[in-house]
């Protein structure tokens, strides 16, 4: 309200409401962009319980929030999710209880996978190339961990969840790693957190972990982009600590997911997932107990029945002991005769035996000696016979090779006299004496026709006696300085022309 005492300025402009503002900037909106079709990807997509969506639209440079009514999106070709991009038809208006404005969407047809989910995509194939999501890399989770390390933002709900139930299922020793689970640095700070709990070292001062959880509670896929980041997903696979990830709702679905030990729905499964219920193993280990007594019991008492039945069939301790007592005396008796029968036979037989004279003994052994000599003299004498008769083999072979020696190097000679005439026979050099000569082409090759010189080419001729004399071919004959071709098989030379001169000889 104005003030009654002041009087308005004729050129200020009026005082608005908030509301009638507002109004204004509605109905100056609706009328400027009644119908707009626009491209974009969605993100942060909900459905409320009245059926209404609701949503972000944005490209690489702008955001715009996006509605449908439940009217519209009962008729809507597509299913919207996070990561779609679509192109949407409708209207811009403005919510005023928040000043914002927002596009009423009408209808929705897609225009292709968007951007975020085509790089994570990409992302996934690289690294699943890589092996990086192998099952055989993946580890056990100890049964009871001593210390679990836990990866997560310290003022979230999160790591609330976590503790209590920890301390529900059964109490443990928990570090936290406080990091920033979205935005600028989040990916860097969440692959230094493991890799610090990694390197940190058995018996220290601070506990090694058994067990590790990155957990982070659910977002858009913008808000869990730092989970899909490479430098996070290539510290998880690294750890050597089994890892357990808690990212988003049961639906989302990140990277580290794929590179984990295990992938817990919620950061509270993670939890029970990494410890069992401390009251259902004390009532599982009274059980097995209770039950172990009660075999036991029952073991004996079959072993002891048992025992008692074999006992009434076996005699008496002390019957046993006198046969054998009795046994023992017998022979005891009969040991002392024995051994005196033993050494009154041994003595018998040793003065029976006769031991022979040592020079009886002597006498045989100087026989044997005499007959080896004797074999041995005619061995010797017959070997002597052997050597002077292949002597004399040696002898007569070596006069007979003397003999013919003569005849076979003059045989061998003839032979070779006639090989070096027949060469000299199929040397041109003869022809060279009958006044021919040799022509050569510059590669040095025999030139045998006309037809495969050409003008200007330079040729080597051959004499008998002055050697070698070089020249210049002035004019082509034969067929125009190509060379002849091969003549057909089968077919008979040409007869020469009347009047020419064939007396000339073959060079060869």
């Known amino acids: 309200m104005t003030d009654q005492a002041t009087l308005p300025n004729a050129n200020e402009p009026p005082i608005l409401s908030v509301s009638e503002l507002s109004g204004a900037v509605k109905r100056i909106v609706e009328d400027q962009f009644g119908f707009v079709r626009m491209r974009g990807e969605i993100s942060g997509f909900k459905r409320a319980a009245s059926g209404h969506m609701y949503m972000t639209l ?40 928040r000043s914002k404005y927002q596009f009423v969407i009408e209808r929705m047809e897609l225009a292709g996978e968007g951007a975020l989910l085509r790089m994570i995509e990409e992302r996934r194939k690289k690294l699943a190339a890589e092996g990086l999501f192998d099952e055989g890399r993946k580890r056990a989770l100890p049964f009871l961990p001593e210390v679990i390390g836990v990866v997560t933002s310290p003022t979230g709900a999160v790591i609330r969840d976590i503790l209590h139930r920890l301390a529900d299922r059964f109490p443990r020793h928990v570090l936290i790693w406080p990091v920033l689970v979205q935005g600028q640095g989040a990916a860097e700070q969440v692959a230094a957190a493991i890799a610090g709990f990694n390197a940190i070292r058995p018996g220290g001062a601070v506990p090694r972990p058994d067990l590790l959880i990155v957990a982070r509670g659910g977002g858009s896929l913008e808000d869990l982009m730092a989970f899909n980041e490479e430098v996070v997903v290539r510290a998880a696979a690294a750890s050597e600590i089994p890892l357990i990830s808690a990212v988003g709702h049961e639906t989302d679905t990140t990277l580290i997911d794929f590179a984990s030990d295990r992938r817990a729905p919620t950061p509270t499964a993670a939890a029970e997932i990494a410890v069992p219920v401390r009251a259902d193993l004390i009532a599982q280990m009274s059980d097995n107990g209770a039950r172990l007594t009660g075999a036991i019991t029952r073991h004996l008492r079959e072993r002891g029945q048992q025992v008692a039945g074999l ?25 002392a005769p024995a051994m005196l029968r033993f050494l009154s036979d041994a003595t018998r037989r040793v003065r029976e035996e006769r031991l022979p004279k040592p020079a009886t003994y002597l006498q045989q052994k100087a026989h044997g000696l005499s007959v080896l000599d004797g074999r041995l003299v005619s061995t010797r004498a017959a070997l002597h016979r052997e050597i002077t008769n292949g002597a004399g083999a040696v002898m ?27 060469l000299e026979s199929y040397s041109h050099k003869d022809v060279l004496e009958r006044g021919f000569g040799m022509v ?3 590669a040095g090759l025999p030139v045998t026709a006309a037809g495969a010189l050409s003008s200007g080419d330079a040729i080597d001729l051959t004499f008998r006696d002055d050697g070698h004399v070089g020249a210049i071919v ?35």
């Open 58 to 97: 944005k490209d690489a440079d702008a955001a715009i929030d996006g509605v449908c009514w439940r009217g519209s999106a009962a008729k809507l070709d597509i299913q919207p999710e996070d990561g779609l991009e679509v192109i949407v038809s409708g209207r811009v208006t403005t919510y005023p209880s």
């Open 440 to 442: 050569r082409d510059a």
């Open 396 to 422: 007569a072979y070596g006069k007979r090779l003397e003999a013919v020696r003569p005849r076979i190097v003059e045989s061998r000679a003839d032979r070779l006299a006639a090989i070096a005439k027949l």
């Open 474 to 508: 002035t004019e082509s004959g034969g067929s125009g300085g190509k060379k002849p071709a091969r003549k057909a098989a089968g077919k008979k030379k040409p007869a020469p022309a009347r009047g020419t001169d064939t007396t000339q000889g073959r060079l060869l």
């Open 311 to 335: 006992a009434r069939g076996l005699p008496r301790p002390r019957q046993l002991l006198e046969t054998a007592s009795q046994r023992t005396d017998d022979l005891a008796e009969r040991l």
